[in-house]
């Protein structure tokens, strides 16, 4: 079993920044990737941004340019710094673990509670 703890949410004005953070606890071999989702009211749970143990990252058009993720594997902790924000990018942010518990395990998905992240104009 994974744990995930989110920090980092908050209310900010248009163009400000904020970091969130991850950190993954709990019994497994490995975290083979973490990343960062985001919820708004009606819609479906979408990517921001996604990164590997390897270094690999992805981000959705809409953060590109705009928002950085990194891994500390060490700390199994991942971070999103997010800066020149838009009313837009507010929503429920989550983070995400894919861990495998031995080495020839299948990877498993698991979520954080969630962090809330408001934009004001």
């Known amino acids: 079993q994974v744990q995930l703890v989110e920090s980092g949410g908050g209310l900010v004005q248009a163009g400000g920044s904020l970091t969130l953070s991850c950190a993954a606890s709990?019994?497994?071999?490995?975290?083979?990737?973490m990343g960062w989702y985001r919820q708004t009211p009606g819609k479906q749970r979408g990517v921001v941004a996604t990164v590997t143990k390897g270094g690999s990252t992805h981000y959705a058009d809409s953060v590109l340019g705009r928002f950085t993720i990194s891994l500390d594997n060490a700390k199994n902790t991942v971070y999103l710094q997010t800066n020149s924000l838009k009313p837009e990018d507010t929503g429920v942010y989550y983070c995400?673990?894919?861990?495998?518990?031995?080495?020839?395990?299948?990877?498993?998905?698991?979520w954080g509670q969630g962090t809330q992240v408001t934009v004001s104009s």
């Open positions: 995400n673990a894919l861990s495998r518990r031995r080495m020839y395990s299948e990877g498993t998905n698991y």
């Open positions: 709990g019994t497994f071999f490995s975290i083979d990737a």
